[in-house]
Structure formats: structure tokens, C-alpha cells
């Protein structure tokens, strides 16, 4: 499988990069705009309610003040009470506060050049007042007929003080009103950054959406589609993605594994036509063992049957003609008739097991294992078969007979010589399977057989000792493989007798045996 290498340029990683640097860029623009209008509106509202106001109330102050002293002349002047000169006293310290709080309020304004010019207007008047006419007044009494001149005077020189205070006051108010816009201009400046601010950050979040929607979700909903098609089983549709790299890679390696299955189905599809073959054959196969069973049930042990009853009638109607050693031929061949005949006998009965079973049923085995031990009353010649608590598990009863018939039988048999048999058969519970037990007290197996046992016609004994063909055993494994379990010599290689250990599921599958062909007739 070739793997393509990622493209830098239409990469997953730097189409995110791009994205984020370009929100990044715009929320700090956004951010200096606004922070910009809202330091121009700080600085024009600090300039109108933070100078130019105060400078205004100021202003009326010092008006106050000059007013306090004009008022406080004119009593003294006109009663010569000194108690009147109190406002004229005390207004020239307000005055002079007032005019030095003005300079103060506007010092770092652009505006305190003019300002200073204006104060330093008043602040003269305010003087040549005070030296063309309060100095006089206050220097010596007036007499009676120079108060009116002086009052006179007095009027038209403070009139140009009043005039220089309202020019200073017109003033402040014309730059309050300049203020003023220009704090309505920061507004609308500030209102119009931020829309600014919000709608560049709307397009760009737009923008986002759409490069992700147009990059990333369209091709991944079209390889979702590619993925959904595969598993709908349309193998051979094209997968044709086009995106970032990372996509396009996925969609490839999508590709190749999709690749992949048509090259697995295609093995499947030869391995299943190889299977049909084989299993054809076997069908071709069973069917000649079942005409080899049918065969070898009858036409093979007929002449076997003929050999021994000609033997057995020769030797009942020539007996008396015949030596010892003919009559020992004759028991040869009657002998070897017959155990050819068991041979062919458990043969057949091997080669059938199971294929009469078509479904398994639930089977007592305790109630089986007792009625089978009860045919063994007379051979056991003193022993016992105890029985312990056996479940009830799925199979083929007439299998399980056997099997305990096998089991029994060869525990009875193989007892040792003045010692009566004694067998236990006995089941535990290991989670999903029974583990099941045969032990008895006779010769025992030597551990060096225990693998053979199982083979079909292995003797561990001559047939002088034991009578027997060797396919109980084998028979027991058949049995026991075909309702799915396992079989084995247990115990120690130390203890007395033999155990015979099995497993059986506590619900094994439904068996799915050969079926059964009915064999050709001999004729054919």
C-alpha cells in the first residue's frame, strides 16, 4: 500500500493556523479601534465636565467676587461705614483664588492661551478700577458734592470689568459648545468603531463557518456517504473526496481498505467454491462409506457367517475323524470368523455414530448411568456403580447410553483379579460446561498409554487377558466430541484405577450431523 505524503499547502493544520491568526488580527484591530474611541471620548468628556464646566462656574465665581467689591465701595463711599468695606475685603482674595483656579483648570487644555489672555483682561480691569476709583475712595473722605462724580465714575469703570468678565465667560461657553460637539462626535465615532469591531468579527466568524463547512464538513459528509455506500455493500463506487490533506489521506486509506475487502471477498468467494467442491466430494465420499457400511454389513460378514457354521459342522459331523491339532485349526478359523465378525460389527457401529441424530434434547444422564449400571447386576459379581448427581444436559440419549455402557463395561472388565469393582460416577459445574468423572479401583492405565487409548483399535492387552476389538474408547471420544466436549485420562500416575474425565457444555449448539444416505442396494 503506497501512502501519500500530507500537502503542507492544503493541510487541516494550516487552514486552522490561518484561521485563527486571522481572527487574532481582527479582535486586536477590533480592540485598538475601540480603545482608541474610547480615549478620544474619555478625553472630550473629561474636557467638558472636567474643565470647561467648572471653568464656567469659575468664571461666576470671579464674577461674584468683583461684584462683592464694586457693592462693599459704593456702601462705604456713599455712608463712610468701614463695617460696608467687608465685601470689597474680601472679594479681592476670591477674586484672585478664582482667576488662579481658571488658569489651573485649564492649564493642559489647548484652549489656556486664550483663557490666560482673557483673565489677564479682567485682572487689569479689575486693577485700573481699584487704582481710578477705590484707591481715591478709600484714601480720603469725598465730599458731599464728589460722591455722585466718583459713583460715576465708579459705574463706567466697573462697566468694563463686567464687559472683560462676560467676554471670558462668552468665551468658555463658545468652547464648552466646541467641547461639547466634539464629545458627540467621539460618541458616534465610538458607536460606529464598535459596529465596525462587531461586524469585522461577524465576517470573519462567517467566513470561519463557511471555510470549515466548504473544507472540512462537506468532504467529511462525502466520505460519510462513500463510508455508508461501502457498507451498503456497493464496493465498487468510486471514492473521488476533495478537501485538506488530512481528508483527501482519509479518504484514501478508505479507499485502500475498501480495495482491501473486494480483495477479501474475492478470497472468500474462491474459498467458498473450494468448500462446495470439498463438500461435494465429501457427500460423493459418505455416500461410498455408507454403500462400503451396507457392503461390509452384509455381503462381507456373509461369508465370514458361512466359514464358521462350515467349520463348526465339520467338526461336529468329522469330529471323531479328526486329531487334536484339526480340531485346534478349526477353532482357529471359528474364533477368527467371529472376532471378525465384532470388528466389522463396532466398525460399522463407529462409522454411524451421530448420523441418525438430527437434533439434540434434553437427557437425564443420571436417569441413563442408572439404568445403564442396572445391566451390569450380574457382572459385577459384588462390586458397585454409584451414581452421584448427574444434570440434565442436551444430546442424543441412545449416544449417552453407549457411552456409559463403554465406560462401565470397561470398568468391569478390567477389575483387579479378588478385589470387586467398584465405580464412581460423579459431575461438577465450571461455568458454562460439566466436568464429568468415571473412576474405579481396577488395573489402572499406565501414563505412557493414556493418549493412545482413544485411538480406534488400540489394545493396551492381549485378547487371551481381555476380550474386546479396542473401539470403546474411541467410540467414547466420538460421542463425546460430537456433543461438544472433551475427553481424557485423569488422575495421578501413583493412584489405584482409572479415571476417565469429560467435558459436556451446559447448552451446546444444535449438532449439524452428515446426513444420512441410504445405501445402494447390493444389486447395483
Known amino acids: 500500500m503506497v501512502k501519500r505524503s500530507l500537502s503542507p499547502a492544503r493541510s487541516l493544520r494550516r487552514l486552522s493556523t490561518i484561521a485563527w491568526v486571522s481572527a487574532a488580527i481582527s479582535l486586536v484591530v477590533g480592540t485598538v479601534v475601540i480603545a482608541a474611541g474610547f480615549t478620544s471620548l474619555l478625553n472630550a468628556r473629561s ?31 456713599l455712608t ?48 485700573a478700577w481699584r487704582e481710578e476709583v477705590a484707591a481715591p475712595i478709600l484714601s480720603a473722605p469725598l465730599p458731599s458734592d464728589g460722591v455722585d462724580a466718583a459713583m460715576t465714575r465708579s459705574k463706567a469703570s466697573f462697566d468694563r470689568v463686567r464687559a472683560q468678565i462676560d467676554a471670558l ?22 458607536v460606529i468603531s464598535v459596529g465596525a469591531a462587531v461586524a469585522l468579527l461577524g465576517l470573519v466568524s462567517l467566513a470561519g463557518s463557511l471555510l470549515l463547512r466548504h473544507q472540512v464538513v462537506a468532504p467529511i459528509d462525502e466520505l460519510v456517504v462513500a463510508a455508508d455506500s461501502i457498507t451498503a455493500g456497493r464496493l465498487h463506487e468510486p471514492i473521488d473526496v476533495k478537501g485538506p490533506a488530512e481528508i483527501e489521506y482519509l479518504a484514501q486509506q478508505v479507499s485502500f481498505m475498501r480495495d482491501r475487502i473486494l480483495e477479501e471477498l474475492a478470497e472468500v468467494d474462491r474459498a467458498r467454491l473450494e468448500l462446495a467442491d470439498r463438500a461435494n466430494e465429501l457427500a460423493r465420499s459418505n455416500a461410498d462409506l455408507e454403500q462400503f457400511a451396507y457392503v461390509a454389513s452384509h455381503d462381507l460378514q456373509e461369508p465370514l457367517r458361512k466359514v464358521a457354521s462350515f467349520c463348526q459342522l465339520l467338526e461336529q459331523r468329522y469330529g471323531d475323524q479328526l486329531d487334536e491339532r484339526a480340531q485346534s485349526y478349526i477353532e482357529f478359523a471359528v474364533d477368527g470368523a467371529k472376532r471378525m465378525q465384532a470388528l466389522i460389527a463396532d466398525l460399522l457401529e463407529f462409522s454411524r455414530l451421530g448420523r441418525s441424530t438430527t437434533s439434540f434434547v434434553p437427557c437425564d444422564l443420571q436417569q441413563i448411568a442408572q439404568d ?29 447410553a453407549a457411552l456409559f455402557q463403554n465406560l462401565i463395561g470397561n470398568a468391569v472388565k478390567y477389575h483387579r483379579e479378588g478385589v470387586a469393582p467398584v465405580i464412581r460416577l460423579s459431575a461438577t459445574r465450571d461455568g458454562p460446561i460439566w466436568q464429568f468423572t468415571c473412576a474405579d479401583n481396577g488395573i489402572g492405565i499406565d501414563p505412557t498409554y493414556r493418549d493412545r487409548v482413544f485411538a480406534i483399535f488400540q489394545r493396551l492387552h492381549s485378547r487371551d487377558a481381555y476380550s474386546g476389538t479396542g473401539i470403546g474408547l474411541a467410540l467414547c471420544r466420538k460421542i463425546v466430541e460430537f456433543s461438544g466436549g472433551q475427553i481424557w485420562i485423569g488422575g495421578t500416575a501413583d493412584q489405584i484405577g482409572t479415571t476417565v474425565q469429560w467435558t459436556l457444555p451446559a447448552s451446546p449448539p444444535a449438532p449439524s450431523p452428515t446426513p444420512r444416505q441410504e445405501p445402494l442396494d447390493a444389486a447395483q
Do not use: C
Open 169 to 190: 465667560e462668552r468665551t468658555l461657553v463658545i468652547e464648552r459648545g466646541h467641547a461639547t460637539h466634539q464629545l458627540n462626535q467621539a460618541t458616534e465615532k465610538l
Open 47 to 77: 474636557r467638558v465636565f472636567d474643565r470647561l464646566e467648572p471653568a464656567i462656574v469659575e468664571t461666576q465665581r470671579l464674577r461674584a467676587s468683583a461684584v462683592d467689591q464694586e457693592t462693599g465701595l459704593r456702601g462705604y463711599a
Open 372 to 400: 445403564t449400571a442396572s445391566r451390569f447386576d450380574d457382572a459385577l459379581a459384588g462390586g458397585t456403580v454409584e451414581v452421584g448427581d448427574l444434570p440434565t444436559v442436551a444430546g442424543d440419549p441412545t449416544l449417552y
Open 80 to 127: 463712610r461705614d468701614r463695617r460696608l468695606l467687608e465685601p470689597y475685603v474680601k472679594g479681592e482674595p476670591q477674586q484672585q483664588q478664582s482667576e488662579a483656579q481658571l488658569r489651573a483648570l485649564l492649564r493642559h487644555d489647548p484652549f489656556h492661551t486664550s483663557l490666560d489672555a482673557r483673565v489677564d483682561k479682567v485682572d487689569d480691569a479689575l486693577r
